[in-house]
């Protein structure tokens, strides 16, 4: 599974609208405007009036009005610059009129004036109509142009702003604060090429314009032109070394480039610059977290937090962080606040959907990736983990169809591959398995789980050869014991040299039934010319292999370990059949097991308690360690309660550990003898199984047991992720051909159904 954990960065912190210099007439000013998260432009610049007095105006004899005109435009200048914009407007009402009248080139500064005035008290339309007419009388008056571009790069309207910018910048081609502005306008409508042109015009009139170099640098930026971007970034804090927002975005350029120190110390000098900056915080954070650097990743997200408690961004990396701390009931809890304050935040859905999967909340699991998946559809992740979670539900076909799905997404990600292969083998198709695992192979050839998963199924379809070669695979990966047995043992592994004349040391690094299984090629090993065969095992191992043909010594893993290097060599008894060359026509014959006679005798006592009829040992549960025990184990003993029913027949319960207990609850009137509580070791197993006539059994050590002593033996298989050894498709065994009698469970077949088949079957075969 692929889990994965996205950060939403804060990638371009601002697209700043700056203002032009003011001139001599009242203009409207564009101030820096939004933050940009995530890479996505959400400028909405605010529109403020700065009110200046206005031009001199030249009052002679023959004028008497122009001191009148000139007193208005005072007065309404003064109001304006208070914030008394409804009386300045009334004030200005008289000059400017209703409508466009010949004038209107003289009132050009009342106009203007008029047309800030009514932005102030929110009437956009007549500002438009006052600046226009401005224009109209007057088509080279910059300060409307300046204006109206300002007033329509607010409202949005960006088509028109660019439009005003445009004929602005023919008027005034030497200044390269409106080139600049006109840049941001461009950008705004995703003109990326436009705007750079117009950046470069702007610095090749300024070349220290700060806001036209940073804002090249965010164009750069997003074509990934990360050269050039940086070098604009670097001239505006050339220029500016206290410009916070442009050691930000450097430091995010320079963590996608791999140079995490320096990026680390662009996010600290805007952080010097500016400390409540909570994007930098944000970023800092997240660069943390990428270190391992957990604590400090999560103090910064929550300084960030301090200082914009609302700050989803923020919530959703200290989710991230959280989760990798494996703190994660806090970690769901900071996306759930994540998504009330952002419902629409596919990312939070997505990291949601990965905690409570690990939490085993699958059905709210699943409701998470498909939110992830409504709002960003082509979130390949999101697709793969929906279907590890209907996997997780056991349902199958929904599952493969996510994973699927997920590959016309994206069809290079060897994870959702090996999916595939793990469901269409459950399915029952395994060369679709062969080729989905060979898939992921070609996209990652390291891939040890896919590598190991190819090696069991070959191994299942009797291709022997290639199948026990890629099983050696499990040496290489880190997560499993053989990895570590390795290092553990101061001597080579045996990889098929000659033996003669060496000590050999067989190292037990599998379950108790790999050892009864591949116990028979002790003998073979022995007979290859080796001088001395140790087998280490585990105690329960190890009475009963002192007498197996081929082994000199048995041993304790520590006393073994100790002693590794006076050993040749070492090997573990799973990577035999490879190096001695065993087909699926050449498997040598199971294990040959001594029965300890005054074993026997003592369990002829005990047995004999049961009466005459036929004798049938149960074992109804595996390890609960084992990683599929929850499907292959019973959920309780009364499970086989068909079994119940046939006549004359004895049940003797050989079930240890979990579930043992059970076989001691049963009523009297039930003929079972619970021993497992009795049984020391496999030396007593095997002289209780010598005097059954049948084990029924889960896929369990005992199952190899019984097997070996040539004791019929029927293994119930789970439903999902059957043990390799067992083959596919069969109901015998190679491994023990006259012995074992299989009964798969199919996909939606309850255990109790099994049984009943089992029943059936066990009638027909005692004849009762």
């Not at 050869?465 to 045996?494: I, K």
């Not at 002829?604 to 025990?629: E, I, S």
Request: some cysteine; overall charge neutral.
């Amino acid at each position: 599974m692929l889990i994965e954990h996205p950060i939403a960065l804060d990638l371009h912190p601002a697209l700043r609208l700056r203002k032009t210099k003011p001139s001599q007439h009242v203009i409207g000013r564009i101030e820096p405007s939004c933050q940009l998260n995530s890479g996505r432009h959400r400028a909405c610049a605010c529109l403020k009036l700065r009110i200046h007095s206005p031009s001199t105006t030249t009052v002679t004899a023959t004028s008497p009005l122009a001191p009148t005109r000139q007193h208005i435009l005072s007065e309404a200048t003064a109001l304006g610059a208070t914030g008394q914009f409804a009386d300045a407007l009334a004030l200005l009402a008289p000059l400017v009129g209703a409508k466009a009248t010949p004038e209107d080139a003289e009132h050009a500064d009342a106009l203007n004036l008029a047309a800030m005035c009514a932005t102030g008290v929110g009437q956009p339309a007549q500002a438009q109509a006052l600046w226009l007419r401005c224009i109209q009388a007057k088509p080279d008056f910059a300060d409307a142009y300046l204006g109206l571009g300002a007033m329509l790069a607010t409202l949005n309207q960006l088509a028109e702003a660019e439009a005003v910018y445009g004929r602005l910048a023919a008027i005034r081609p030497d200044d390269a604060d409106v080139h600049s502005n006109r840049g941001i306008v461009l950008h705004r409508l995703g003109r990326h090429d436009a705007a750079q042109a117009a950046y470069r015009v702007a610095l090749a009139l300024r070349p220290d314009h700060v806001d036209a170099n940073y804002n090249l640098g965010i164009v750069l930026h997003e074509q990934r032109r990360l050269d050039e971007a940086e070098a604009a970034y670097r001239t505006a804090l050339a220029v500016n070394p206290q410009f916070a927002k442009a050691n930000n975005n450097l430091g995010n350029l320079l963590r996608e480039r791999g140079r995490i120190e320096e990026a680390e110390e662009a996010y600290r000098q805007a952080l010097l610059a500016h400390p409540q900056y909570p994007e930098a915080l944000n970023n800092l954070g997240a660069l943390y977290r990428a270190l391992g650097r957990l604590r400090e990743a999560e103090l910064a997200c929550r300084l960030a937090l301090q200082i914009r408690p609302a700050y989803a961004d923020a919530l959703n990396n200290l989710g991230c962080v959280l989760t990798e701390l494996k703190r994660l009931p806090e970690a769901e809890s900071a996306y759930r606040q994540t998504l009330a304050l952002r419902p629409a935040f596919a990312e939070a859905h997505y990291n949601l959907g990965c905690v409570l999967h690990a939490l085993d909340q699958l059905v709210d699991a699943e409701c998470a990736y498909r939110e992830a998946l409504r709002l960003a559809p082509n979130r390949v992740e999101a697709a793969n983990n929906l279907g590890c979670t209907l996997l997780a539900q056991a349902r199958l076909p929904e599952a493969l169809a996510a994973f699927r799905h997920a590959l016309t997404l994206r069809a290079d990600i060897a994870e959702t591959h090996f999916n595939i292969g793990s469901i269409v083998k459950e399915l029952g198709d395994p060369e679709q398995a062969e080729a989905a695992y060979r898939g992921a192979l070609a996209l990652r050839p390291d891939y040890g789980d896919a590598k190991f998963r190819l090696a069991t199924l070959l191994i299942s379809m009797g291709r022997f050869e290639e199948g026990f070669l890629l099983y050696e695979c499990r040496y290489e990966m880190a997560g499993f014991a053989h990895h570590a047995t390795q290092s553990m043992l101061r001597c080579p592994r045996w990889r098929g040299e000659p033996l003669a004349g060496k000590s050999l040391l067989v190292w037990q690094e599998d379950g108790l039934g790999d050892m009864l299984q591949f116990g028979r090629y002790l003998r073979l090993l022995k007979a290859q010319g080796a001088a001395h065969v140790a087998f280490a095992c585990m105690a329960p191992l190890q009475r009963l292999f002192a007498d197996v043909d081929g082994v000199d010594a048995v041993l304790s893993h520590d006393d073994a370990s100790a002693r590794a290097g006076d050993f040749d060599c070492w090997i573990s008894a799973l990577s035999a059949p490879l190096y001695l060359g065993t087909t699926l026509y050449t498997i040598p014959p199971p294990l040959c097991i001594t029965l300890a006679p005054s074993r026997v005798e003592h369990w002829r006592a005990r047995l004999a308690v049961l009466g005459a009829g036929h004798r049938v040992g149960l074992v109804w549960k595996g390890n609960p360690k084992h990683h599929n025990d929850v499907h292959r184990s019973l959920p309780l003993l009364n499970t086989l309660a068909p079994l119940w029913s046939l006549p004359g027949v004895k049940f003797v319960s050989l079930q240890k550990g979990a579930g043992e207990d059970e076989a001691l609850s049963f009523p009297a009137s039930l003929p079972i003898l619970p021993l497992g509580a009795d049984l020391e070791d496999f030396t007593d197993t095997a002289a209780v199984i010598s005097q059954l006539d049948l084990l029924i059994c889960v896929d369990t050590s005992t199952a190899h047991l019984a097997a070996s002593l040539g004791k019929p033996c029927w293994v119930l298989l789970p439903a999902r992720d059957v043990d390799w050894r067992w083959m596919h498709g069969r109901d015998d065994s190679p491994w023990y051909p006259d012995t074992v009698r299989l009964f798969r469970r199919g996909l939606d077949e309850p255990w109790v159904a099994v049984a009943e088949r089992v029943r059936q079957v066990c009638a027909a075969w005692f004849g009762v």
